[in-house]
Structures are given as structure tokens and as C-alpha cells.
């Protein structure tokens, strides 16, 4: 039996870009880009596209000191409007005047910091990163060109959905949904963390930080925040730990005494009995983490 492991509700969407204690401007500049886009969501979902349009209302909220609210829809379209230029530089076809704009607030707030060995993100730079982030081949003499960003393929998703709207009609649009709040998952056996490459898997359980405990251990899922909690109550992250993952690998449990799926979208707590195979945060969306899901997609 296959089940769905997308999370394409746009509650679902908006809940991971934005944990409990958001800055008031980003939940405002989620909320107004959800409402833009929830008129044809259900016919073509897309995290990459709510994430790029919150980031470009917020950017432009900062630039002109208003609310994302009042951004007019023109000053909008012209933020997201870049002409593509076909040639063999991958680089020229991507949004790079969005992304300057989006990259100079976002620095100007201090949402990265260079100190040390590892840069200090926030949830909002984290996000940035991810949706500007172009697949390169590891090979360093390589002829492939980078793939497309997500973001690219957002922006003009976006137009699609702006290119009806004038200002009175975005005014009239109903109220966004409500974004999906935090779930705590208690998990009774191993969490294991699944990956593939190439051909090969591999399925590691994840270890508390400080005293090594695999057994046991708190997922707490706000937001893109992942946060766990070992028996002795040591709290730690790992980077391989995603929130969409966690909540597309809750869809394959069922809870006890029933045959109906945990839905992605739960909120509070839940506990998973036994092992909990959860796939590691560099896996594509979708990725189905219960064991043999690579065998079969590699045969
Ligand atoms: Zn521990």
C-alpha cells in the first residue's frame, strides 16, 4: 500500500516557514503570500513558490518600510519579473536582481552572521539558501552545468497565479488558511535517519548528542525548527533532521487501533511505537523513508 508523503496543503506549507515565535513582519509576509496563492494552490501546490513570494513581500515590506499587506501588487510583479536570457550560463537565467534584494535585507537584519567555522543562520536565511541553491556536480573538472534553483521555477509559478489579479480583486481575497502548528513526537523505538546514493542506502539511527541514547528520544517539530530531547533530558539538533521530513514520515504511521494514516498535518503530541524511519533532510521531497523504497526505486 503506497501513501502520499507530500505535504501540499497550503496550512501545511505555511506552517513549516514559520515557527511559534516568527518576527511578526515574516508571519505577516507568509499569511499575505499564502492568500495571493491560494486561489490556484489546489491545482498546483508549491512549497519553493510560498516560500520565494513570503521572502519577496518581506523584502519589499523592509525596503519601503511598510506591512506586507500593503505592498501594491505592481511593486510586486516588478520585484518578481526578470527577464531569462538563454544562453550557456545557467547563473544568467536565474531571479539574481530578486535574490540581491531578498540577500541585502536579510544581511542588513542580521540574519547570517560569519563567525567561526559555521555561519550563524536564522529560519529566514536558512530558507533563503535552500530556495537559491543550484545543484553543482561534485566533480570539480566537470562539463555539467548547475541545475535550475527552486526558486527560479517559483517565480514563475507566481506569475502565473498574479498574472489575473489587480489590487481592489487581492484586497477582496479570502482569509489565508491557519498555518499548521507544532507537533511533539515521542518516539519508543530507534529514529532512524534513511538516505540513498546512487544505488546504494544507507539507514542510521540518530544518537543524542551527549550521552549517545538512540532509544527513546523527543522530536519537537515548530515550524522548520527541529529540536530533540534525549531520556536525561539533553536537548540537541542534528542537520540531518528536516521538519518536512519528520511530518512526511509521519503520514506512513498508523496510529493504534486504526488503519487511517497520522496526517502530516498533526499538531500537539503523538507517540510512535517502535522504530521511526524518518529521511535525512537532503533527500527530495516525497521520499518515501520506510526500507525498501531505494531498493525498489534503484532495481
Ligand atoms: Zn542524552
Known sequence: ??????????ASAMGLLMNTDAPPQWTAAVTRAAQLLAPDWDQQPSRPALGTLALALYTLASERQETPTEIPLDV??????????????????????????????LKAEGHVAYEGFQPRESALWRLFRDLRHQWEPDEPMSDMPPGPSAMRDAVARIAESLAGLDDLHAELLP????????????VTGYLRLVSYSGASGS?????????????GNIVHVDGPDVTLICPSGHQFSSWQLSAAQVRSALRLCLPQGSDAPVSA???????VHGEFSVGRSDMPEGFNPVRGDWVRRHR
Open 203 to 215: 539507514s542510521v539511527p540518530l544518537r543524542c548528542s551527549q550521552c549517545a541514547a538512540a532509544e
Open 175 to 186: 482569509e489565508a488558511p491557519k498555518a499548521v502548528g507544532p507537533v511533539t513526537v515521542t
Open 1 to 10: 500500500m503506497t501513501r502520499e508523503t507530500t505535504l501540499s496543503s497550503l
Open 76 to 105: 510586486l510583479r516588478g520585484a518578481l519579473d526578470h527577464q531569462p536570457v538563454d544562453g550557456p550560463d545557467e547563473f544568467s537565467r536565474e531571479p539574481a536582481m530578486l535574490q540581491k534584494r531578498i540577500e541585502t535585507v
Open 265 to 271: 498535518d498533526i499538531e500537539g503530541t503523538v507517540t
